[in-house]
């Protein structure tokens, strides 16, 4: 069982470099985050993984980049503007404010005054809250007013024809995006878990418009979404799939299925596997034409769409574990910030430091090291631990003579000896 708690990470993030509260020097601002050395590192290699395996592995794919803020009628067209909303309620007493569609958090706060034995909770009737954030651009008045995206989905589907017209592919095939989206969320929280500022990674798949087609594509992107978090180390038991039901789906769904993990604060979602059917296309009034048949159709769409802060910060639960006498982050070997930490056995004897700074440049050049000869090895070893570095490598007097060093893994804490020149071979293997 995880008896892994938010404070335990919370207090990693910060404590390590991963994560910090944005503008903390000036007191912060509720949903804004920044990542730290070691965090930016973790996020950029989770989105290399996924880019690897959405785009340069597959030839169906191709990626693209759309701006941030676009022109109003996109989000017109879409629908966003009428529906892009969550239901707000209010306590009376206090005047806090809640999503009526989270029943857990209206709970909580009917328990927290309960427990200070505050007068009984009342709600306001719900209202329909407009997500999007607003944008003034110009300098002369007046200015046009646009909006910072509230989800990438869209700047694929604008670039729909331009996609078709200037590359090679051919339904089905697939536009891929990693990019920051905007939300007014109403109460974030968790964490980085719902912020109003965050990173999404999307994969907008395109197929001909047939239920046996959207029904085969649904159910193999729930599976490669599946088998992608599992390869990457989260563990089985802690992921659930669960299918909306036709009371709760957005408004451009057919069909939509939720990756929640089990989180200290509940099962939570965080990625969705959603059906579009023809609704964006058809809302931009875009078409596709079948080169070889000349047949001309709007497709439909099947959707993949990540939170990168909330698999990242999964990712870290899921990884963090407490040990009788230590802290160890199991973060797979591919998604570490550092890859490999090199130690002089003894600080203070040049032969040593030098040795292995040597060592510490040529590693460099293939991966993300680490240098430390501050302290005891014992306590270099438990630092390393603690951010999930895979290796550590130690330079002692025996280098000098064989020309081999001592190799430790984080989780099993064995050694091995390996010759230096084998060194780069053997970590490439290993993250193979």
Not at 128 to 147: D, H
Not at 336 to 362: C, G, H, T
Request: proline share 4%; net charge neutral; charged share 30%.
């Amino acid at each position: 069982m995880n008896t892994t708690t938010m404070d335990d990470i919370v207090a990693l993030c910060k404590r390590r470099g991963f994560i910090y509260p944005g503008s903390e020097i000036y007191g912060g601002l509720t949903g804004f985050w920044d990542y730290g050395p070691l965090g930016v590192e973790l996020k950029k290699n989770l989105k290399n993984e996924w880019w690897q395996t959405m785009v340069h592995l597959r030839s169906d794919v191709v990626g693209l980049d759309a701006a941030i803020i676009m022109n109003p009628e996109v989000w017109k067209a879409s629908g966003h503007l009428q529906s892009f909303s969550d239901p707000l309620i209010e306590c009376k007493v206090c005047h806090q404010r809640f999503r009526s569609d989270k029943p857990r958090e209206k709970l909580a706060h009917e328990e927290m005054h309960a427990r200070k034995e505050a007068k009984k909770v009342e709600w306001t009737a719900p209202k329909q809250f407009n997500l999007m954030t607003e944008v003034l651009l110009g300098v002369t008045e007046p200015k046009l007013t646009a909006y910072l995206r509230g989800e990438i989905t869209q700047g694929v589907f604008v670039n729909f024809s331009n996609v078709v017209a200037s590359s090679r592919v051919k339904i089905p095939f697939g536009i891929a995006q990693i990019g920051k989206a905007f939300r007014n969320e109403i109460t974030p929280g968790n964490f980085t878990f719902r912020s109003r500022e965050f990173e999404q990674m999307e994969l907008e798949f395109f197929i001909e418009p047939t239920d046996a087609e959207g029904d085969k594509w649904f159910d193999y992107w729930i599976n490669e979404r599946k088998k992608w978090y599992i390869g990457l180390g989260i563990k089985a038991e802690n992921l659930k799939f669960r299918k909306h039901e036709d009371d709760e789906r957005a408004h451009y769904a057919r069909k939509a299925t939720d990756i929640e993990y089990n989180a200290p604060f509940g099962w939570s979602e965080f990625e969705g596997i959603h059906h579009r059917g023809d609704w964006d296309l058809s809302r931009h009034k875009l078409t596709y034409k079948d080169s070889q048949t000349n047949q001309e159709y709007t497709p439909w769409v099947i959707e993949t769409s990540g939170g990168v802060d909330r698999a990242t910060l999964f990712f870290l639960l899921d990884a963090y574990r407490k040990e009788e006498k230590r802290i160890v982050l199991g973060l797979h070997p591919k998604l570490a910030p550092i890859k490999v930490a090199v130690f002089p056995l003894v600080s203070n004897k040049p032969e040593l430091s030098d040795r292995a700074k040597s060592m510490y440049d040529e590693l460099s050049k293939h991966f993300m090291v680490a240098w430390d000869d501050r302290g005891n090895i014992g306590k270099r070893y438990l630092a390393q631990d603690e951010i999930g570095t895979p290796w550590c490598v130690t330079v002692d007097y025996a280098t000098l003579e064989d020309g081999a060093v001592t190799v430790r893994d984080r989780d099993t804490t064995k050694q091995e000896r390996v010759k230096v020149t084998d060194l780069t071979a053997y970590f490439q293997q290993k993250l193979l």
